[in-house]
Nanobody
């Protein structure tokens, strides 16, 4: 099994920045692609950003392109999400997720393991 623990969420004003972290433990050798997802109040969980095992390929939702940057440090079993120019609509619980299948699609259905989430609140 793989455990994922997010951190870095908090309260921030619009235009501000936050850096989220996710640390994996357990059978980390089985982890391949990873991603960040978020769920706003009353809305469905949505894809935010994804990254391949090597970090060579990254993917972003159109709503965050140019503002968010996903990265990973496999030596530390860590995943990061740098969020800049935050907007009120970014307010949500952010979850990190990991796949255990090579070539898995970075989608809510494609991820095998999930963290419990970290809350990001952006005020205007």
């Amino acid at each position: 099994q793989v455990e994922l623990v997010e951190s870095g969420g908090g309260l921030v004003q619009a235009g501000g920045s936050l850096r989220l972290s996710c640390v994996a433990s357990g059978r980390t050798f089985s982890v391949y692609a990873m991603g960040w997802f978020r769920q706003a109040p009353g809305k469905e969980r949505e894809f935010v950003a994804g990254i391949s095992y090597s970090g060579h390929s990254t993917y972003y939702a159109d709503s965050v392109k140019g503002r968010f940057t996903i990265s990973r440090d496999n030596a530390k079993n860590a995943l990061y999400l740098q969020m800049n120019n935050l907007k009120p609509e970014d307010t949500a619980v952010y979850y990190c997720a990991a796949s255990t299948t090579y070539g898995s699609r970075i989608t809510t259905d494609g991820m095998r393991y999930w963290g419990k989430g970290t809350l990001v609140t952006v005020s205007s």
